[in-house]
């Protein structure tokens, strides 16, 4: 079991910059592929970037492609998506998620979640 807890959401600007973190607790001696998802409200869940266990792939839904980075600190148990260039579209809540089983990061398949951080973009 592995619990995971958001951070970082706010309110920001368009055009501007946020920097969310999911910290691991519990079992996190396995190598887990981690991933960021989102929701806005009346919209499906997008799966917006993954990274494997050593951080040598990564995934990016087209739409962040360029403005989002996802990076992780495994000696401190955390991942990172790092937001720029911050549009109205991309407000939603957001869901760090991990997978014990290291699959493929663009498949997107996740076992355990995170309560969410709401992410606001005003225009």
């Known amino acids: 079991q592995v619990q995971l807890v958001e951070s970082g959401g706010g309110l920001v600007q368009a055009g501007g910059s946020l920097r969310l973190s999911c910290a691991a607790s519990?079992?996190?001696?396995?190598?887990?592929?981690m991933g960021w998802f989102r929701q806005a409200p009346g919209k499906e869940r997008e799966y917006v970037a993954g990274?494997?266990?050593?951080?040598?792939?990564?995934y990016y839904a087209d739409s962040v492609k360029g403005r989002f980075t996802i990076s992780r600190d495994n000696a401190k148990n955390t991942v990172y998506l790092q937001m720029n260039s911050l549009k109205p579209e991309d407000a939603a809540g957001y869901y760090c998620?991990?997978?014990?089983?290291?699959?493929?990061?663009?498949?997107?398949?996740?076992?355990?979640w995170g309560q969410g951080t709401q992410v606001t973009v005003s225009s």
């Open positions: 519990g079992r996190t001696d396995t190598y887990y592929t």
């Open positions: 998620a991990a997978d014990p089983r290291g699959s493929v990061v663009a498949r997107g398949i996740y076992d355990y």
């Open positions: 990274i494997s266990w050593n951080g040598g792939t990564t």
